[in-house]
Structures are given as C-alpha cells and as structure tokens.
C-alpha cells in the first residue's frame, strides 16, 4: 500500500505522460506544442537509428555476463561471513562499504579514469611472448568484446554486490538449524548439505537477488543505454518524444526479461510450506 500511494502521487502522472509522449514530436518547447506521429518514433529507433540497437544488444550482453558473476560472489561471500569466525561484522561492513561510497557519479569518474582497464581490443597484453589479449578475441569471437569489459570493470562489478551479500545472509539466517542437524543425522557430507538443504531453501533469496541485480545493471550509472536516451532528448534538437519512445523499449525489455524469469520461478524456487 505505501508503493501504491507513492506510485499514485509521484509517479503516475508522468509515467503516463512519458507513453504518451512516445506517440508525438515536441514541435515547440515553449508550450510543449505537440504533433501526432504515430508509430514513427518505434519505427526509426529500429530502422534508422544506427546507434539504438546496438546499444540495446551490448547492455543486455553485460548483463547476461555480470549476473552470474555478482550472484556467485555475493553466494561465496555471505556464505563465509556467515561462518562463526573472528571479526566478522568487520569483513560484512567491507564487503556493504561500497553501497554507501560508490554512487552513480563516483563510478562515473572512474570509468572516465580508467581505473581497472587491463584489456583493451587489439592490445598486446602477454606473459613468456603469449599475447592473451589477442586469443581472448580469437576464440571467444563475439563475446569476447563483453567479456573484455566485464574483466575491466571487474572491481566495480564485485562492488555492486553489498546490497545481495546482506539479502543472502538474510536468508541463510533464516533457515532452520533444525534441517541441519537432521541432515547431519542421515549422513549428510557438506557438500550435501549444502545442495540439497542450504540451497533449496536459498532459492527465494536467489529469485530475489537475480530480479533485483538485473534492474540493478540496466540502471547502473555507467550503462551505455541511458547515456543514449538522454543524449537523444536533451542534446541537438531535443527529441522528447524520440527519447520517451527509447525509455519505452528499453523499459519493456527490461519487463520481459524480469517476466521470463518470475515466470519461470516456480520450477526452480522452493518454498518451505509447500509439499
């Protein structure tokens, strides 16, 4: 109910406005005259826009490669700092740290920087005169460029995972210490253990953490694609409605995806009350 509210009072009304927006071409700024175009806005993004496209395809491949990536760690993360050892409080602040210090305009100013490139496409990056660099595109062939950048922003990846170390360690605080004890009973390895008591039980928080690390990357601060939709409405001729048509796609993406995946749930989350 709270969301509801705060949806209904700030977000609704441009929220429409922006779909409306994506039919019309701004004529007149001042007034915000508006002219009917129709689909013409979808049409051009997918057919005259040279830059659209590919953009779309290069931010949905990092995320394909930074999602497993930032979910292992935050996994092997929580899953250590949830052990009883020595100073542990201390190792979660490190890890959460970075949520706090590493907003959108820090990251921004260390991309400009440079900070943790290492592999740069048609470098030569070797050790004992093997050029790694050159056989990462060789045999990688078209993900090779992603993964490149992934490697790049290795550090600010691993960064943006404060958020599900703590959403981990919630979960794996929850879960009964009960099932525990009686899986050690049957005979239960840790390895077992962990397969088939701490992961189902996980799954929720895993479902959890995916949706929110993907919304995460498609709004990062450094993606390529909001750069692009602002560019095309506050740059040149201003094209609102252009842009608000890009906003769109974008946004529907993004909704499909999450949809597949929360849609695909059931065969894969458990839940303790269930048979």
Known sequence: MPWLI???VFMADPFIRSFQLTFHKVEMLDGFSLAWVGMANFVEAFTMDVQFVPTLLAVLRNMVLELPIIMVFAL???YLTNQNLVGRTIFRAVFFLPVVIASGLVIQQFNVQGVGTVIQEGASVGISGVDFTALLFDYM???AKPL???INRLQLVLWRSGIQILLFLAGLQGISGSLYEAARVDGATDWEVFWKVTLPNLSPVILLNAIYTIVDSFTDG???MLKLIKDRAFTGQFRLGYAASLGWIYFLVIFLIISVIWGTSKWWVF???EK
Request: charged fraction near 5%; aromatic fraction near 12%; avoid cysteine.
């Open 6 to 8: 705060g949806f209904a």
């Open 76 to 78: 092997v993360v929580a």
């Open 141 to 143: 062939g078209p993900l």
């Open 148 to 150: 490149a950048e992934v």
């Open 222 to 224: 450094l993606n390529p």
């Open 271 to 273: 839940y303790g009350g």
